[in-house]
């Protein structure tokens, strides 16, 4: 509504959706229509990892919509993340049938090899396709809505926050590794056969599930520009830079925040179901504290508070980490490490700050002083 | 901007035997004070006398452990939190100057404008057609109408506290609670702020904190002089100076 830094966001907003939009286009038809012999070819690999960078955007995007908006650092949004994929895999381990190692018609092979006789309850209904994608949002959606609402109406904040996130992406990782929880312990959730009827193996569904991604992180990003444009989106900025004025200006700063990381937590869930059946494997690694930090990095590199920033920053940050874990497998983590020092320190508008001109102020990483 | 339809209450403000204690230290101690509608107020006192408790304890951030805090005569206080309390029209300008650092001027006062503050709401709805009109008018109040589009935080500090000041008239509470207003200006931005002050009041009842005598004295108004979380004396500001005890605690040691 007001003031041109919005408008200059807008024009940068609007070359990425004409970017994905191209990327959407032109991936599968590099893979189905361009002959193998040609060098303009792509391989379905490659399509399947684009797909896989793509719902890592949409994590990301995630991310940055708590952090870079309303100043909430989550350190376990993998978690989520993590849990829609489980009910993503869960109903893909329902559509394995008897097709499986042991031939059961009901229990996954897991089951079997523990001995078990019957399927847990909470296994029933995710061999419906909806019943299952409404858990992929709903679950992570509950839980970060009891989350929060006891972490933001107890005011915990900062780095308090930051801490007991990270200990519930850790918390789970460990009930996820526990046989007896029922989600295939160590190894996960995996041999997976086919999705809605299409085998995960054929390149068509592949593809299906790339344009899938894209079009979710299209519709994700969308929807967050479009709250982050409101006047909600300004009450978070408010919330951001200065918590105990906005309180003070009557907002109640604790819906706000749970508004915002219950809808962040639902997205990170659409970006793990996405990215399961394209991966073929979720196991509680997913739930790994390092995995909620990498995306803590990729949003600080591509730029923090700009959602398309998060969005740069997981595909160029995701792409350079397949690059350099084949070509240098052993110096990777410590490249990712110097990454994001050298984005804190030189770059804190992250790499899209580069190119934008000087026009909107960078979100203020410490403006906790309010007497 | 007084709500109309509404009975004039006969203390906006009214504090019996306040007393909060930080882990025995008595931040204040058996507190009672009235404002009446309208008023400006100026609360004096030295360091520790319990002047950010006193603001603390009227916008909820803190609980009393004893006495009684209403507003309006009849709403009790303690019974609410700070942004219930804001919006029973109660607003507070901190002492160090708080605006939304990345959000334009003109923003900052939108934020603040009198209005739902529902999640839905703020994210369905756009503000009412005149919230321009009124955002003018509070920006021509507050000498920032050339800033308009500038960032917050790239205010000077004179202009964050006005800018502050500005964001409290548009929430257009009934008692506007001022900490420290002068701290850090030129002697130029104090007259104007001192003026402001005195202009708003009469629309809505202001207590002013102030270390400043000259501001309060520019103030022209009720003295009320705290010391160890009590109140020492009240009065003008003539008449407080003559005060035995107010010397004392000023000049004494």
């Not at chain 1, 949003?299 to 998060?310: C, D, F, I, T």
């Not at chain 2, 303690?78 to 605006?99: C, M, N, S, W, Y």
């Not at chain 2, 009934?174 to 420290?180: A, F, G, I, P, Y």
Request: aromatic share 10%.
């Amino acid at each position: 509504m007001t003031g041109s830094p919005r408008l200059l966001n807008d024009a940068a907003s609007r070359w990425l959706l004409a970017g994905l939009g191209m990327l959407i286009l032109v991936v599968p038809l590099l893979n189905l229509a361009v002959p193998e012999t040609s060098p303009f070819h792509l391989s379905t690999y490659m399509v399947s990892l684009f797909g896989k960078y793509l719902c890592l955007a949409l994590l990301a995007l995630a991310l940055d919509l708590v952090w870079g908006y309303a100043g909430i650092l989550s350190l376990g949004h993998g978690a989520f993340f993590a849990l829609g994929g489980y009910a993503m895999g869960m109903y893909l381990m329902r559509q394995i049938g008897s097709r499986g190692v042991y031939g059961n018609p009901l229990l996954p092979d897991f089951m079997v090899f523990l001995n078990w006789q019957e399927l847990p309850w909470y296994w029933y209904g995710f061999d419906n396709f909806f019943f299952a994608a409404l858990m992929v949002a709903l679950v992570p959606g509950v839980l970060a809505f009891a989350f929060g609402w006891f972490a933001f109406r107890s005011r915990v904040t900062g780095v308090y926050l930051s801490i007991i996130t990270q200990a519930l992406a850790y918390a789970l990782m460990l009930a996820f590794f526990r046989n007896d929880m029922g989600f295939g312990g160590n190894n996960g959730l995996t041999d997976f056969k086919e999705l809605l009827g299409f085998s995960l193996t054929s390149a068509a569904t592949k593809n299906g599930l790339f344009v899938g991604s894209g079009l979710a992180l299209i519709a994700g990003f969308l929807l967050c520009r479009w709250v982050v444009v409101s006047r909600l989106g300004r009450v978070l900025v408010a919330v951001r830079d200065a918590e105990s004025r906005t309180r003070f200006m009557g907002y109640r700063v604790e819906h706000y925040k749970l508004f915002v990381f219950v809808l962040s937590a639902v997205l990170a869930g659409i970006a793990g179901a996405l990215y399961v059946p394209q991966v073929g494997i979720i196991n509680p690694g997913e739930f790994a504290p390092l995995a909620s930090i990498e995306v803590v990095v990729w949003v600080a590199v591509g730029g923090r508070g700009y959602l398309y920033g998060a969005i740069v920053g997981a595909l160029l940050v995701n792409y350079a980490k397949t690059w350099f874990t084949g070509a240098f497998p052993e110096i990777w983590l410590f490249l990712l490490g110097g990454l994001f020092v050298v984005s804190t320190l030189f770059l804190p508008r992250g790499v899209v700050g580069l190119f934008g001109q000087r026009r909107q102020p960078p979100p203020s990483a410490a403006t906790g002083g309010n007497n | 901007m007084l709500e109309t339809g509404r009975h004039l209450p006969t203390n906006i403000l009214y504090l019996e035997g306040v007393t909060v204690s930080f882990d025995g230290f008595k931040a204040l101690n058996e507190l009672s004070l009235a404002v009446a509608p309208g008023e400006l107020r100026a609360i004096i006192g030295p360091n520790g006398a319990g002047k950010t408790t006193f603001m603390d304890v009227v916008t909820g951030k803190v609980r009393p452990s004893a006495g009684a805090v209403f507003f309006r005569d009849d709403i009790d206080l303690t019974r609410h939190d700070e942004a219930e309390i804001a919006r029973l029209g109660i607003g507070r300008k901190f002492q160090k100057p708080t605006v939304i650092e990345s959000l334009s001027v003109a923003e900052n006062l939108e934020l603040a404008l009198r209005g739902e503050r529902g999640v839905f709401t703020t994210l369905l709805r756009r503000h009412a057609h005149d919230a321009r009109e009124r955002i003018d008018a509070i920006l021509a109040r507050v000498g920032l109408a050339a800033q308009r589009a500038r960032p917050g935080g790239a205010l000077s500090h004179g202009q964050k506290q006005w800018l502050e000041i500005g964001m409290l008239l548009a929430q257009s509470p009934e008692l506007l609670l001022v900490d420290e207003p002068a701290a850090g200006m030129t002697d130029r931005e104090t007259e104007l702020t001192a003026q402001l002050l005195r202009e708003i009041s009469g629309e809505h009842s202001v207590v002013v904190v102030e270390h400043d005598m000259t501001f309060v004295k520019a103030l022209d108004c009720r003295v009320t002089v705290l010391h160890e979380g009590h109140m020492l004396a009240e009065g003008t500001l003539a008449h407080v100076q003559q005060d035995e005890r107010v010397i004392e605690v000023y000049l004494g040691r």
